[in-house]
């Protein structure tokens, strides 16, 4: 199966990309040009859903569609690669301009908008070049292109330089039309055959992964409204169609193929790239929502990843696990290493390892008793709040656990100075005031 990479940048830059790329023969790269680099994010709006890899020419495309993605607080989980300026990009464009304006390195003045991350001047020291007469122009991320090429235009047209060297292709074009020696600064082509060499290795890992078993395996509660009588047989065969309805609807969503297990749960195995896709890389499980709402009564689901379908159902069973030990209709995820995500779809999602070389943590399980899982979900759940002030309230939503366990939590951290009591809260209703924590768990 070929990856399927999208090439953002100026029109040569593109085509020079393509035309390395037949080199790679598991890649299949697709044309993103622009005219001007703010029109790169548009292009990743178009593009990134079809493909596995967003590729840029250059670094400045990269970095304006990271800026906007911070910016809005986007997350497109597709890996993000850019090309490098490096040295060669720059003796290559000073070569040019010897070779076409005729004159010595002596007489060679020159501008330049682009360095590399050496530094202009330092390549020009390495090849004994006097650097006194060079004019830099330090680019800004959103660069207003007309005054990057009066830059160049006004310091050629007073004299000042002999020729202009621009990593912008529009700059570039504008500059050639007038007659001035203008010459591209573009990635050399060793750096795109490297960056070329990291896409494939990126994409065959991105495919090893998503080709990870994946077993979910959903059930639900066997006990009625009222907890001294069990469920009359009849109620759990009804539960049981609705269930083997909604999942037929969505075994060709995601591939999957259903096995019903002697318990009455369903256990559906497919890929992890499926349920990747499915559940917004573990925000959203709709299938599970369906279940939780048409059934009407406490659902669990569990989701494990594994290179083979023993360890698959070994990290299924466990997540399923944590989503039975919760009071309420909860889905966890179990990856493979052990990295647990959950309760997926709730305002408080954690992502956390269930085990830990930190020496930090490892203290603080040691000293409070609590398990070196429980410390990351603590260190997680205090990141996602955006290391705010916390109840016990807040611990038991967020845990999915009762609040007598989260006041046992928080108490034992208390005592040993990782957790610090900082005020009381008087709830809605009548009751003990509530009190407020702050973790210090750095």
Not at 137 to 155: A, E, G, P, R
Not at 266 to 274: A, C, F, Q, Y
Request: glycine letters at 6%; hydrophobic letters at 40%; a neutral charge.
């Amino acid at each position: 199966m070929k990856i399927k990479v999208a090439v953002f940048g100026a029109p040569d830059l593109v085509e020079l990309v393509m035309l390395i790329g037949k080199q790679f023969e598991d890649l299949d790269l697709l044309q993103a040009v622009y005219s001007h680099p703010d029109q790169v994010t548009k292009l990743v709006e178009k593009y990134h859903k079809e493909t596995d890899i967003l590729l840029f020419a250059a670094p400045v495309p990269y970095l304006l569609v990271r800026d906007y993605l911070t910016h809005f607080t986007i997350e497109l989980n597709k890996p993000m690669i850019f090309i490098p300026y490096t040295e060669a990009s720059f003796y290559r464009g000073l070569f040019m301009a010897f070779k076409q304006t005729g004159l010595s390195a002596d007489k060679l003045n020159f501008s330049i908008d682009y360095l590399p991350e050496t530094g202009a001047k330092e390549c020009l020291e390495e090849l004994e070049i006097n650097a006194e007469k060079m004019y830099e122009k330090k680019c800004k991320l959103h660069q207003d292109l007309d005054k990057l090429f009066s830059f160049h235009y006004d310091l050629w047209k007073q004299g000042k330089t002999a020729t202009a060297m621009t990593s912008y292709y529009l700059v570039y074009e504008k500059l050639k039309k007038l007659g001035i020696p203008a010459f591209r600064v573009t990635p050399a082509k060793s750096a795109i055959r490297q960056t070329l060499q990291q896409v494939l290795l990126e994409g065959k890992s991105l495919y090893q992964v998503e080709s990870q078993i994946a077993i979910v395996i959903i059930g639900f509660s066997q006990n009625t409204d009222k907890p001294d009588q069990s469920v009359d047989k009849q109620v759990i065969n009804r539960r049981e169609e609705i269930l083997r309805q909604i999942i037929a609807e969505y075994e060709k969503d995601i591939q999957a193929l259903s096995v019903w297990t002697e318990q009455g749960n369903v256990r559906l195995i497919t890929t992890r790239g499926e349920i990747e896709q499915h559940t917004q890389r573990f925000r959203k499980f709709p299938m599970f929502q369906s279940v939780h709402t048409k059934l009407n009564i406490p659902v669990f689901c569990g989701i494990g990843f594994g290179h083979t379908a023993n360890e698959a159902e070994l990290k299924a069973y466990e997540a399923f696990s944590k989503a039975r030990s919760t009071d309420d209709s909860n889905c966890f995820v179990v990856e493979s290493d052990g990295k647990v995500h959950g309760p997926i779809g709730k305002p408080f999602q954690l992502e956390y390892a269930v085990r830990s070389k930190d020496p930090g943590r490892l203290l603080i399980a040691k000293q409070t008793g609590l398990s070196i899982g429980t410390i990351n979900k603590l260190i997680s759940f205090n990141e996602s709040c955006g290391n705010q002030t916390i109840t016990a309230g807040n611990l038991a939503d967020g845990f999915g656990i009762t609040s007598r366990s989260a006041r046992r939590i928080l108490s034992k951290l208390e005592q040993h100075n990782f957790a610090q009591i900082i005020g009381e809260e008087q709830p809605v209703n009548k009751g003990r005031p509530r009190q407020i924590y702050k973790l210090i768990l750095d």
